[in-house]
């Protein structure tokens, strides 16, 4: 089956550590995108990529990392710089580059991140 | 910058109505809108992805409208049952130039279908 494997499905992060979360498609897209979702504030963009080795900053990039290595996968790394981490992170991807009208997005089950 | 709005924000009704889910967006400049829905701590599912060129767009008992002129499109939900209980979201993608960049999403309707 295509589609869009997140990892872990909850994860518990210790204060001042930098944890990393997995997304791995096979669905042969270029586009994928990371997203927070908080409680009454709908999703946000974290960090997105049109081609391999190429990502750009969303609306909150502080305090988190990315690297597209492989077209496959797109893994989000939230650092100790990160001061409110708890959160549902979501990946999605899409067909990507030169489609303006075929933006079809596709989501992972999501990690739920939790500060302990 | 583009905002998107979803009205109302919660209802219930009985099972077997037919109901409608608004959605609406400032920038008209779009290609299409997808609609999504998202059960309890769980990911989005595709629902219905209306391209600016079309009018309508159908999947089963699910409706979708769109009218860029006056940013709005709704999405209707023919005889509900308590299994369409979610919420329903709405998003339009954003352009830098060279394909989407992401996706702009308003906050959801919270449906609830009595049994």
């Known amino acids: 089956d295509g589609g869009i494997t997140q990892s872990p499905k909850y994860l518990f992060r210790k204060e001042g550590q930098n944890v990393t979360l997995s997304c791995e498609q096979n669905?042969?897209?270029?586009?994928m995108y990371w997203y927070r979702q908080d409680p009454g504030q709908g999703l946000r963009l974290i960090y997105y990529?049109?081609?391999?080795?190429?990502?750009q900053k969303g609306d909150i990039a502080e305090g988190y990392s990315v690297s597209r290595e492989k077209k496959e996968s797109f893994p989000l790394t939230v650092t100790s710089a990160q001061k409110n981490p708890t959160a549902f992170y979501l990946c999605?991807?899409?067909?990507?580059?030169?489609?303006?009208?075929?933006?079809?997005?596709?989501f992972g089950q999501g990690t739920r991140l939790t500060v302990v | 910058k583009q905002e998107v709005t979803q009205i109302p924000a919660a209802l219930s009704v009985p099972e077997g109505e037919n109901l409608v889910l608004n959605c609406s967006f400032t920038?008209?400049?779009?290609?299409?809108l997808q609609w999504f829905r998202q059960d309890p701590g769980k990911g989005l599912t595709s629902l219905l992805l209306?391209?600016?060129?079309?009018r309508e767009q159908t999947s089963g008992r699910l409706n979708a409208s769109l009218d860029k002129s006056s940013g709005r499109s709704t999405l209707y939900i023919a005889a509900s049952q308590p299994g369409d209980s979610a919420t329903y979201l709405c998003?339009?993608?954003?352009?830098?130039?060279?394909?989407?960049?992401?996706?702009?999403f308003g906050k959801g309707t919270h449906l609830i279908i009595q049994p």
């Open positions: 990529s049109q081609i391999v080795n190429d990502f």
């Open positions: 998003a339009v993608p954003w352009y830098s130039g060279g394909g989407a960049d992401g996706l702009t």
């Open positions: 999605a991807s899409s067909i990507g580059r030169d489609r303006d009208w075929d933006t079809e997005a596709f």
């Open positions: 209306i391209q600016s060129s079309q």
């Open positions: 669905l042969n897209h270029d586009a």
């Open positions: 920038d008209s400049a779009i290609y299409n």
